[in-house]
Each structure stands twice: as C-alpha cells, then as structure tokens.
C-alpha cells in the first residue's frame, strides 16, 4: 500500500477532515435551538431565568460564528488543533448555559454528550480524552453549582437528591461510552477503508499484469512473421554478397538481430501465456502457479487430489482470474511461512463446488484469534522464536484481509481451522497447523459453466 493511502487514513489526518463550514452550520442549528428553548421557557412555562445572561452566551455562540464566517473561508479544513478549540468552545458554551438553567435538573443536559462523541469520531485520542475529562468536570461541578429553574411564582423545580445523583452517573458513564464505543466504530471504520484501499490496489496490479500479459504475447505473435522474412531475405542477401565482404558483413548484422530479436520476442511470449495470458486453465495448473514463487524456499508444496475425490472426473478448467491467483498466491505463502517442512494443497470437485484445502505442518492459528482471522490489522506481539520464523513479518492482517476478499469477490467461501496438532505417523509427515478450506460454486469458477471458452478475442487496449 502506498504511503499516501496510509496518510489519508491515520488518525493524525482524521483531525483534518472537518470543514469550518459545517462546525458553522451545525452551530447556527445549536443557536437556533437554544433560542426556541429560551422563548418556550419564557412564553410557555413562564420560569424565572437570568435571560439577559442566557442570551448573553448564545450571544457569544453567534458571535464566534460571525468572526469564522468573515475571517476565514468557509471551505477551509480545520486542524487538529483549530477542531479541538472549536468543539470545546460549544462544550463549554453549553455547559454554562446549564449553569443558567438549572444544571443537571435541565433535561437538556443530555446535549453534553454530542461533542464528546464528535470528538471521538473524528479526533486524535488525545484530545477525545481531554474532550471527555473535561465533560466530566463539567458535568459534576454542575451537580452543586447552578441557578435552580423557579416558576413563576417561585416554586423551585429540582429532582430529588437520588435521581439527582444519578443523572450525573449516568451522563459520567454515557461520556465514557460513547467515547469508547464511536472511537472503535470509527477505527474499526478506518481500518476497514485502508484495507480495501490496499485491496484494490492489489487487484488493480494484477489486472494491469494481466492486460500488459496479453499484449506481450500477442505482440510477440503478430512480429513472428515479419522477422522471420527479413531474416530469409538477409540470408539471401549473405549468399548473393559472397564476392562483396563490406556489404556481407551488413547482411550477416542484420540477420543476427533479427535472430535476437525474435528470441526475445519469444521470451516475451511465453512468459505472457505462461503467466496471465489465457483465461482459462486446469485447476492443476493454476494451483501450480500462485505456489510457484513459494517453491524454492525450503519447503516441500504438494499438490494432492482428496481421497474421497472419484477420479473418473476429470480436473475442471476454471477461469484464471487474477484476484483468484493473487488470494490463494497469498494463503500458500502464508502456509509455507509458518510450515515446518511441508505444506500440503489438496483438491477435490463435485458437480456443483471446487474445493481446495491449503495445509501445513506448522504451530497452526493461534487459538485467541482464530475467530479474528481475515480481519485486517489484527495484531499480536510475537516471541522471538517467531522472529526467527518469519523475520520482516509485521503481524498485521492486512494481506491475508486482501487475499480473502479477492477470493470471496470470485464466489469463494473460505473457513480457517487448525489440525490435530499431532501427526498420526511418525514416519510419514501429515497437517497438523493452520487449514484454510477454500470452496466455489462451480458456476462462478467453472470455465465450462461461464462459457468463456473458446478464442480470446481482441486484446483490450492498456490504460496509461
């Protein structure tokens, strides 16, 4: 994944996604609402507030609001700084509007938790828990200190003590929930777009290998011809230029680049069949594929045919879809990473599915998180045996979240399992690590069953 995508997503830039213009709005609906408040306790309820001082801070509110629409503009994207100093001015106008209406005995004492839970969502940890600490001093200094709401003929309106006492428990902890709960939500959220940021890129690379795959191999058949003429035509020239060596010589050039150039050309061509070309292939042979980069690493891949399986069918051909190679590419690495010696993938085919089981002889899952598997950034803290395992690992998740969703956008359905941690031979090794069962419908994967089959067609220009 580039660096730019995870700049776009870190915590530090979420700070910078709120424009001024909405903080604006949002508080001219704050305005509004607190001056209907203030005219039905006035009009309907006829209670006795300081309402010079009331309007006196909405004052404050509206004129906050004036100085940011004038002196900056509206599009401008607050930063973490600016976006702290904003929300924790509506905190602190609101709370001392409470203080002038009755405190924990105003129902509308409910609000404190909206700025709380916006700092939560879109703001650093640091300032969501100065946003919270704050909210809770506020919230028990307003629990003594307030001017008690009165009627008009002076009978005052408070709660009892108990309910009282716990209004304030309740706004305490709903400030802390509702910090804690947006705060994963909103991570959960964010971790969630980096990683099918990182997903399509992926995919967007093999199919960009898959278009650049096709106009290799076809260009390297379409120059076939015209090389292998100028060849035959500057052999002719070498045998009627005996007698004149000078030019000789510059027909004998010419044949050999013509010669270079058509044994590269067929390089070229091969590695484009052989790699992304054709659209379809035997299950055999694009197993054999995505494990070919984990061959040669020390481990023994084998590719194996269920036992159950009735081998008087034959191996389907399926589609050689790239995100299909990409994912199980990255489930045999994984495999062969945390393999002792072997790693095993097994295949079998039924009239209606195509199942395949990729497994190891390694430690497996670890159980605490294999309910987890195929979230990304799932991490844990690894021992120095695994270290030396795996160096370079990060732990994160994230390949395995890319490799499971390209495989489940082919119709995949995948589960993860461990072994019996224990072989049944000790002479012949069996899985006892980590399983992961992937398994298709046969329509969505099944080259016969999609009818795509048959000649290729044009090749699909590359985009720039």
């Known amino acids: 994944m580039s660096d730019f995508s995870a700049n776009l997503f870190s915590e530090e830039s979420r700070g910078n996604w709120i424009r001024l213009r909405t903080i604006i709005m949002v508080r001219w609906i704050a305005v509004a ?14 209670l006795e507030l300081e309402y010079g001082l009331c309007l006196l801070v909405v004052g404050a509110s509206i004129i906050v609001n004036l100085v940011a629409m004038f002196v900056f503009p509206e599009n401008k994207l607050l930063t973490e700084r600016e976006n702290l100093s904003m929300i924790l001015f509506d905190l602190l106008q609101l709370c001392l509007l409470l203080f002038l209406t009755g405190g924990l005995n105003n129902p509308f004492s409910i609000l404190v938790l ?6 939560a969502s879109v703001l650093s940890i640091k300032s969501t828990l100065i946003m919270a600490s704050i909210a809770i001093i506020c919230v028990t200094l307003l629990l003594p200190f307030h001017i008690p709401l009165r009627l008009s003929d002076g009978v005052i309106l408070a709660k009892p003590d108990l309910v009282h006492f716990g209004t304030w428990a309740a706004l305490v902890i709903s400030v802390l929930f509702s910090s804690l709960y947006s705060r994963r939500v909103v991570t959960e959220m964010a971790s969630m777009s980096e990683a099918l940021a990182a997903t399509q890129m992926a995919l967007a690379r093999e199919q960009k290998l898959t278009d650049l795959g096709g106009v290799i191999a076809a260009t390297a058949h379409e120059l076939g011809t015209p ?24 027909a004998a050039l010419i044949r050999d680049q013509a010669n270079r150039c058509r044994e590269i050309l067929h390089s070229m061509g091969r590695a484009g069949k052989d790699d992304l070309h054709i659209r379809t292939a035997p299950l055999s042979s694009v197993l054999e594929e995505a494990a070919e980069p984990h061959l040669d690493r020390g481990k023994t891949v084998s590719f194996e045919i269920a036992p159950h399986q009735d081998l008087s069918e034959a191996c389907p051909e399926i589609l050689r879809r790239p995100e299909v190679i990409h994912g199980l590419r990255n489930m045999i690495q994984n495999a062969v990473d945390f393999a002792r010696e072997n790693v095993w993938v097994e295949s079998s085919w039924s009239a209606d599915r195509i199942t395949l089981r990729i497994m190891d002889d390694g430690r497996g899952f670890p159980a605490h998180l294999l309910g987890r598997i195929g979230d990304p950034f799932v991490s844990t803290r690894r021992s120095s045996g695994e270290r030396k395992q795996r160096p370079g690992y990060e732990g994160m998740g994230l390949g395995l979240f890319i490799a499971k969703t390209l495989l489940e956008r082919s119709g995949a359905e995948l589960s993860f399992a461990n072994g019996s941690g224990s072989s049944k ?3 012949l090794p069996s899985p006892t690590g980590a399983i992961v069962e992937v398994s298709w419908p046969r329509a969505r994967i099944d080259a016969a069953a999609t009818h795509q089959k048959g000649a290729l067609g044009n090749n699909p220009k590359i985009q720039a």
């Open 33 to 46: 609402g607190q001056i209907a408040a203030l005219c039905a306790a006035y009009g309907l309820f006829s």
């Open 114 to 119: 909206g700025p709380v839970t916006i700092s």
């Open 227 to 250: 090389l292998a003429t100028i060849k035959l035509a500057s052999a002719e020239l070498l045998d009627e230029l005996s007698d004149q060596p000078d030019l000789a010589e510059d």
């Open 425 to 427: 031979s000790e002479t």
